[in-house]
């Protein structure tokens, strides 16, 4: 999980990413990167392909927009840590996969999420971001969600499970 | 007929044949006639088999593996990409 989440920092570092919300778009086209937007079966959410001298990243537009920037931040993370692999298929999930998983294709999953929530919620950035908001003691919870995951630009689900896993929740 | 032959009759060079017959060169569709009468064959003998459109936009192989809406999402979104890039540049 280390790995995924310094590729990530790496990555904003190297394009000089001015801070949320996190334009993935240029990040695929610093990595030479198309990225293609086309209504697929609602199954699918996005893909990885490297079609010969090109990589793709094809996302469903049937998608909101703020799904489809984690699907494009995942399918990064896809490339830039599971290399060699021509095709990746990505299926909408009810659930983010849990730590216990444990096929390979269950981890790489938990290693390209990972890396996307680093992406899009720079630790560093979400910690900040939470803190200004908490200065408001009345604040809710759901709020505090709201509020960041508009800032970020990804969905409440995203972000409510960034905090979880960066151990803001219980403070929120 | 060979390649110099058949460039001589048509009043191209040998290299545009060459060109064209591996897919290097495109040809004006009245060229495609030309080119079938000369070689004494119907011209539609001389056009690649199979809906370019939608064939080898990903090898056979790959697709044989994946679901049915996987495979169709699949081909959409390489179709789409090419497209997008101006170029195709696939095998067929």
């Given amino acids: 999980m280390a790995r995924a989440e310094s590729e990530a920092t790496r990555l904003l570092a190297e394009t000089a990413h001015s801070g949320p919300p996190i334009n993935v778009e240029a990040i695929a086209s610093h990595l030479r990167v198309q990225v293609v937007e086309e209504k697929l079966d609602r199954s699918v959410s996005g893909m990885l392909?490297?079609?010969?001298?090109?990589?793709?990243?094809?996302?469903?537009?049937?998608?909101?927009?703020?799904?489809?920037?984690?699907?494009?931040?995942?399918?990064?993370?896809h490339l830039v840590l599971h290399k060699g692999r021509p095709l990746v298929l990505d299926h909408v999930r009810v659930n983010f996969r849990d730590a216990n998983s444990s096929t390979a294709s269950d981890l790489e999953e938990i290693q390209a999420n990972a890396f996307a929530a680093e992406l899009l919620m720079p630790r560093e950035h979400v910690i900040d971001a939470t803190k200004r908001l908490l200065e408001d003691r009345t604040i809710t919870e759901a709020a505090v969600?709201?509020?960041?995951?508009?800032?970020?630009?990804?969905?409440?689900?995203a972000m409510e499970y960034r905090l979880i896993n960066l151990g803001l929740r219980r403070q929120v | 007929m060979t390649q110099a032959g058949l460039a001589r009759r048509?009043?191209?060079?040998?290299?545009?044949i060459a060109?064209?017959?591996v897919g290097r060169q495109r040809i004006p569709l009245h060229l495609l006639t030309v080119i079938a009468r000369e070689l004494d064959v119907e011209p539609a003998s001389l056009l690649p088999v199979g809906d370019p459109s939608s064939a080898d936009v990903v090898p056979a192989d790959r697709l044989r593996r994946l679901l049915?809406?996987?495979?169709?999402?699949?081909?959409?979104?390489?179709?789409?990409?090419?497209?997008?890039?101006g170029v195709y540049d696939g095998e067929g």
């Fill in chain 1, 49 to 77: 392909y490297r079609d010969g001298q090109h990589v793709v990243i094809g996302v469903n537009s049937a998608h909101s927009v703020r799904r489809r920037r984690f699907t494009i931040a995942h399918e990064i993370g």
């Fill in chain 1, 145 to 157: 969600i709201e509020s960041l995951a508009q800032c970020f630009d990804v969905s409440d689900q």
């Fill in chain 2, 10 to 16: 048509i009043g191209m060079s040998r290299g545009s």
């Fill in chain 2, 19 to 21: 060109n064209i017959e």
């Fill in chain 2, 68 to 85: 049915p809406e996987d495979q169709t999402a699949l081909q959409k979104v390489v179709r789409r990409a090419r497209e997008q890039r």
